[in-house]
């Protein structure tokens, strides 16, 4: 697999618990 797409994959799923925390 591409480093830069595990790279932007795990960045992404951190966000999406950021995000979730928020509206939670």
Do not use: P
């Not at 797409?5 to 995000?19: A, D, G, T, V």
């Amino acid at each position: 697999m591409n480093l830069c797409m595990r790279f932007w994959n795990l960045n992404s799923e951190i966000w999406e618990m950021k995000i979730l925390k928020e509206e939670a």
